[in-house]
């Protein structure tokens, strides 16, 4: 059964302080920094956030959730060799409080959400590889129950209900970690691909890289917002745009898509969605949607987007689909000095041609997720009552055919499996 995670999507007209100051109160947001943005950026006045402060002093021995037991094992979908079957192993054992290390915290997980990363982190068909044996998923919310011995300092405390997000842990000292760009530290841990993710019972992360859950949004809503929402809110920022410009979303009835178009009515842009399929275009026009365009039924699809425009073109293109075709024709289809930012990974060559990236000063900007700070406030606009997730809830056991659907993309929207009760 399909399922809305949060309220109807309306004009995003105010700022987020008075959602933030309310929430406040009850420790909902805990943040890293002291200080004041304007998300996504300074072209987007209307969206901005207060971050606050927030440490929690931890006993210098280990600390455990106040009558809580954890057990000796769990269910957990563990992949052993690259490219080997999904297996879901009944008695697979649990870290214990005992063993965390400084920094460290066992979360509970009620929910995670699925992703296509995850096939590739299966496979291991990425120039970069994955650790096996290995436990996939990086869209987990749930419960923290320990932390570490020795963790003198957390922005979390336990009973805290937390995301995990694709970015685990980094070192928050390198020139990287120091610039915002956590995800490219060259000491990264990337969750269920690099160190086990969230397709368990339990599993272990790290206090300054979890993300707090705002109240208003329940588990399995916001664990998509973990990853998908992230990343699309974090292409948007990078885009280059201002209120009122085109953004051309292809992709967008995808996992990824639907939230670019919700993300960027909230930035207020108008948005231009590309996809196939009377589904998808009832799908992303009940998004807010401003334009569609059909990339299997037009007869030319660069003339009707720069149509949809009034003639010029789209001021960005947030490319979500892993598709070459994609990359090539946002070239050809951008307006002077636009921005074709890259999210969706192909495996071929961008092939954009460059006498006409150069001749209208075109603007390529790959980007990667995000980092901590994008992803409170990808949460933040989500709480807001700004973006919905759509979709399916399934059981962990069912993680195997959810793979086999990803593969032959039948998935619209996304899926969250409920992992344990909250």
Partial sequence: MMTMSSRRISTFTTTLQPIITRLLPNSTYIRPISTRLSAPSLHHPSIST??????????????????????????????????????????????????????????????????HTDLHAKSGDWPV????????????????????????????KLGDRVGIKWLADSCLSCEYCRRGYEMNCPNVKLSGYTTDGTFSEYVVSFVNHVTPIPES???????????????????LK??????????????????????????????????IAIDSGAAKEKLV?????????????????????KAATGGDGPAAAVVTAANKTGYAQAIEYLKPSGTLVAVGMPDAEMGANVFWTVFKSIRIQGSYVGNRQDAIEALDIAASG??????EEKG???????????????????????????
Avoid at 287 to 297: C, E, M, N, Q
Avoid at 386 to 391: E, Y
Avoid at 398 to 419: C, M, N, P, Q, T
Wanted: aromatic letters at 4%.
């Fill in 50 to 115: 207060t971050i606050s402060r927030t440490i929690h002093t931890t006993q210098a021995n280990m600390s455990t959730l106040s009558n809580f037991t954890i057990p000796k094992t769990q269910t957990a979908a563990v992949v052993k060799t690259t490219g080997a079957e999904l297996a879901i192993e009944k008695e697979h054992p649990v870290k214990q409080a005992s063993e965390l290390g400084p920094g460290q915290c066992l979360v509970k997980i009620s929910h995670t959400g699925v992703c």
């Fill in 129 to 156: 590889p994955p650790s096996h044996p290995l436990i996939g998923g990086h869209e987990g919310v749930g419960i923290i129950v320990a932390i570490g011995d020795h963790t003198a300092a957390s922005p979390v």
């Fill in 217 to 235: 949004l329940d588990s399995a809503g916001a664990a998509s917002i973990l990853c998908a929402g992230v990343t699309t809110y974090k292409a």
């Fill in 238 to 271: 990078v885009s280059n745009t201002k209120v009122g410009d085109w953004v051309a979303l292809p992709g967008a009835g995808g996992g990824l898509g639907h939230l670019a178009v919700q993300y960027a009515k909230a930035m207020g842009l108008k948005v």
């Fill in 285 to 305: 026009k009940s998004l807010g949607a401003d334009a569609w365009v059909d990339f299997k039924t037009s007869k030319d699809i660069v003339a009707d987007i």
């Fill in 386 to 391: 700004q973006v919905k997730v759509v979709f």
């Fill in 396 to 422: 962990l056991d069912s993680l195997k055919g959810v793979f086999e659907d990803l593969e032959a993309g039948k998935i619209a929207g996304r899926v969250v499996l409920k992992v344990s009760d909250e």
